[in-house]
């Protein structure tokens, strides 16, 4: 079987931590450390509408800001496709011969979706059809392409398993084999599976204005490192590191390099740990700490950006031609599933001559 790896983000904003610790780190590791056949990193515009309706130019603008951090975080052109969603006309199709497979309670069970619909306010004023069914069109992006590796912040688990259902489905029912199962690879660590927000709010979303952005300037990221809330207690009280947001951020990002950097005192974060539970270390030199591991993991990051803004046709370019390419992809598999359906009446004369049977015994 080949190694298809396949993701994608929505444009609705500019990547955050979130994104680094949940999937891009694991991207730019696949990338550069496996072997696999095709590495298609998608940007899920079409997806974004679905709750941005009303405000297109959002989605337009974030298209290259989500280029911009793919590229800056080091994935690499060479070695991925990067595609545009709503220019891969196959997509929607394959949603539409999808939908037939899936009950809207089905649907609608989805513990994501059900969160999202919440979140977003839905519950009260109707949910738009189209963001209902965006796990029905996130199995088509990973269908289309045969993607069967899928490296994703826990979140995406539900839509995977709707994937697979409609996987099976599918070949069941057409008695075919033509699409592919696929898996989610986790992060690495439990922290990074569903990062928190610096509100500690349960999810880092750029829809909750939570986040620390790839791209933050130096004054932004300490502001917003000294806004995190902590438990207020005396100095020299025992420090709580259970659901202590600081410490679940050191957790998903800090290495023990970064101790002999910036904190020589202690050997690594269980150390750290240990001497704050005692009591008499106080959050703002955590604070301190943090921020400074946040800049050495970010500021090449940012810096190359900054290089890259420079290249928006060249960019652009890169776009254009993995979309070319990508759409070609879907459109063979979307010939394999109108073929599997029986719904491939001009390929070839077979359903003439089947049809020209048919009548032939009639008579
Ligand atoms: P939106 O609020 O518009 O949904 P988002 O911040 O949730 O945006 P997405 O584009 O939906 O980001 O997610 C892209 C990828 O990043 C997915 O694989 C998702 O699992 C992962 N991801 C997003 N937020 C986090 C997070 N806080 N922790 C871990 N992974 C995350
Ligand atoms: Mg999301």
Known sequence: MKNIILTADRPTGRLHLGHFVGSLRERVRLQNQTEFDEFYVMIADAQALTDN??????????????????????????????CIQSEISALPELTQFYSNLVTLPRLLRNPTVKNEIAQKGFDKSGVPVGFAIYPISQAADITAFKANIIPVGEDQEPMLEQTREIVRAFNRTYNSNVLVECKAILPQNKESLRLPGTDGNAKMSKSLGNCIYLSDEPEVLKKKVNSIVTM????????????????????AVCED?????????????????????????????IKQF???????????????????????????????????????????????????????????????????KRFANKN
Request: charge should be neutral; hydrophobic fraction near 35%; charged fraction near 30%.
């Open 53 to 82: 309706a009303g405000n297109p130019q959002k989605v337009r603008d974030n298209v290259l800001e989500v280029m911009l951090d793919y590229l800056s975080v080091g994935l690499d052109p060479q070695k991925v496709t990067f």
């Open 232 to 251: 207020p207690r005396k100095l020299e009280d025992p420090g709580v590191i259970e659901n202590n947001i600081l410490f679940v951020y050191l957790r």
């Open 257 to 285: 390099k970064h101790f002999e950097k910036y904190y020589p005192e202690f050997k690594n974060l269980s150390e750290l740990e240990a001497d704050y539970q005692k009591g008499g270390l106080g959050d703002g030199k």
């Open 290 to 356: 943090l921020y400074k591991v946040l800049m050495d993991i970010l500021s090449p990051i940012r810096e190359r950006r900054k290089e890259l803004q420079n290249q928006i046709a060249g960019i652009l370019q890169i776009l254009r031609n993995g979309t070319s390419k990508a759409s070609q992809v879907a459109n063979q598999t979307l010939h394999e599933v109108k073929s599997a359906m029986g719904i491939d009446y001009y390929s070839g004369n077979k359903y003439e001559e089947e049809q020209k």
